[in-house]
């Protein structure tokens, strides 16, 4: 037999006798927190771990997440053709109506196209 058991409650309706076996209500709110957004990486932080990336490519990889924030399969999915001189271009598998999206590069990485079809 089990251990513990919930109580239950007898509760009376017309003439029949029913169990309630619901908890029960109970305030929560003492014991819950407020969400915060998670801390992120300062930009010191990120270039960091880009230089220690073991391979030229690796870090060009993380560059380019960096940058536009896009996800690794959009990236690892990029062709030459895509790569415009001041913006991506994507598939956009989210919206069937949009075939492609396109990500502008910020204006600190204006050499990121040049490495990217190197």
Not at 57 to 79: C, H, M, Q
Not at 111 to 118: H, I, N, Q, W
């Amino acid at each position: 037999m089990a251990a513990f058991q919930r109580p239950t409650a007898l509760v009376l309706t017309d003439r029949r006798v029913r169990l309630d076996s619901r908890q029960p209500a109970r305030s929560v709110r003492f014991n819950q927190k407020h969400w915060q957004p998670p801390e992120g990486l300062s930009p010191d932080d990120v270039k960091a771990v880009i230089n220690a990336a073991s391979c030229e490519r690796d870090r060009l990889l993380l560059r380019v997440l960096w940058a536009t924030g896009v996800r690794i399969s959009e990236v690892l999915a990029l062709r030459s053709m895509d790569v415009q001189r001041d913006h991506l271009v994507l598939p956009n598998r989210k919206n069937p109506n949009l075939t492609v999206k396109r990500v502008y590069l910020p204006a600190g990485q204006a050499d990121l196209p040049g490495a990217l079809l190197v």
